[in-house]
């Protein structure tokens, strides 16, 4: 009986280390003055096509990309690609970024002063909302072909969203996806998120999406 104990006082503990330097991660990026978005979401939901479509629309600020995968470094060479620059982390099995992760990679991949930094997290609607990074805006990608009925299934990522993008709003009405309902059903858990329905691919929602980021962090004009 007393294993279980242990195995939640460890959790705790690791929590907590995480939380520190999270504080530490945040300080250090207001101080650089860099804008960190950390972008949750399942696997596929398009996270990498949205950014690589946001950045495409953000002016005046330069942009990084911190990607998160268990193995492999394929988001990481396609938004280089796209001129971006990008450092791949690999977690090796790990379902989530951690904050020491990021304050690794935020080392390593050097972004100038003044960045709009998009992290994109390991694709898993559970473990990544239970750590912080040290973000200042955390977005929740949703893509319809998921089903409205995850913020029943799932819901500490969307209580802990600030912004819920619903990725994918192109084939919604192929996939029987209710976005209404959707909306209903995470703004009962978290009244307070603000949300966006997209289509990277085809362009809708874009600039609505776009507008209040920019007008977030700060930007005085960034959609065209
Ligand atoms: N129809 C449609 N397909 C999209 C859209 N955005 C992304 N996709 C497609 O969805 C698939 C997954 O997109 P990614 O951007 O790689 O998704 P991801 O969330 O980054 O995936 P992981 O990093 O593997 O978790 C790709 O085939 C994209 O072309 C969209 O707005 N509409
Ligand atoms: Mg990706």
Redesign the pocket.
């Known amino acids: 009986m007393e294993k279980p104990k242990t195995t939640v006082r460890i959790l705790e503990k690791i929590s907590k280390a995480n939380d520190v330097i999270a504080e530490e991660n945040r300080s250090e990026f207001l101080a650089r003055g860099f804008a960190v978005i950390n972008l949750l979401?399942s696997?596929?939901?398009?996270?990498?096509?949205?950014i690589a479509a946001t950045a495409a629309r953000l002016r005046g600020r330069p942009i990084a990309v911190v990607e998160g995968?268990v193995a492999g470094s394929v988001?990481a060479e396609f938004l280089a690609g796209q001129g971006l620059p990008a450092i791949q982390i690999n977690t090796g099995g790990g379902c989530h970024l951690d904050a020491g992760m990021i304050r690794e990679a935020m080392r390593a991949l050097a972004p100038a002063d003044g960045s709009v930094v998009f992290i994109?997290n390991v694709?898993n609607l559970i473990c990544t909302a239970g750590y912080d990074l040290g973000e200042q805006i955390r977005v929740l990608a949703l893509s319809t072909p998921e089903g409205d009925d995850k913020p029943h299934k799932y819901p500490g990522i969307f209580v802990g969203a600030e912004v819920l993008l619903i990725?994918?709003s192109?084939?919604a009405s192929y996939v029987g996806f209710d976005a209404q309902a959707l909306r209903r059903r995470a703004l009962s858990l978290n009244p307070g998120l603000v949300i966006f329905e997209v289509?990277?691919?085809?362009g809708d929602g874009m600039d609505a999406w776009c507008d209040w980021l920019a007008a977030r962090v700060g930007e005085k004009k960034s959609c065209e």
């Open positions: 979401g696997p596929g939901c398009g996270k990498t096509t949205l995968d988001d994109e694709g990725t994918k192109d084939v289509s990277a691919v085809k």
